[in-house]
């Protein structure tokens, strides 16, 4: 099968062959290499964590100008920020954690089918489950795949002594403004109202007990 157009293939050719002399001599005649480049000329790709970081890289360019038409990619891949396509195809909504095998859960299901419509070419997105397992998921764990809601975004920002000491050597920088535009300040203000209502609330409450 062949998806790319002779124009596709020369730019697909000339992009590749540019990016791969960066490797050393005995990597740019690697199995993997020739196998992408074959694959790429005719518009697929595989991405994942066993190929080389340049040919996950130049995989990723080809796949965002549009030469790549089919991609079988990992979960990884759908956490670029802008790596959007027409159809998103799930091979199975299961995925082995480390311990065990379970299903995906509601925020990995929508981080993968949400690249599915591309902004400004799309008018919708098309997302495939493909049912080809001996024992079908049962809708009621379909409908919480897909409908449920995806686990809360927790800030991880601590300030550090060494950060303070950074931040102080920049003279333009403030360790206020800084704060200011986390987003763990954000999240500050935007539930500020709430947690003022519940002090007033226990307050109140205390009052009573009293």
């Known amino acids: 099968m062949d998806l790319t157009t002779e124009v596709e293939k020369s730019h ?6 540019q990016c791969i002399n960066r490797l050393k001599g005995s990597d740019k005649k ?18 994942h964590s066993g190929i080389l970081p340049i040919l996950k890289e130049v995989v990723e360019l080809l796949f965002q100008k549009g030469y790549v038409k089919i991609l079988f990619a990992t979960e990884t891949f759908a956490m670029g920020v802008n790596m959007p396509a027409r159809t998103v195809v799930f091979d199975s909504i299961q995925k082995h954690d480390g311990l065990e095998l379970r299903n995906l859960n509601a925020g990995e299901y929508i981080q993968m089918a ?22 079908l998921v049962e809708p009621g764990q379909l409908q919480i795949i897909m409908m ?15 950060m303070l000491l950074n931040l102080l050597r920049v003279e333009h920088l403030r360790v206020e403004d800084m704060l200011q535009r986390s987003f763990v300040e954000c ?15 226990v307050s109140a409450l205390k009052k009573r007990v009293d």
């Open 187 to 201: 999240v500050a203000l935007r539930e500020g109202p709430s947690r003022k209502t519940n002090l007033e609330k």
């Open 114 to 135: 949400g690249r599915a419509g591309r902004r400004g070419l799309d008018t919708t997105g098309t997302v495939i489950v493909l049912c080809k397992q001996t024992k």
């Open 30 to 47: 690697l199995p993997q290499v020739h196998l992408m480049r074959d694959l790429c000329m005719r518009g697929f790709a595989v991405h």
């Open 148 to 162: 449920g809601k995806p686990a809360p975004l927790v800030s991880q920002f601590r300030v550090t002594y060494s």
């Open 12 to 17: 697909i050719q000339s992009f590749f062959s």
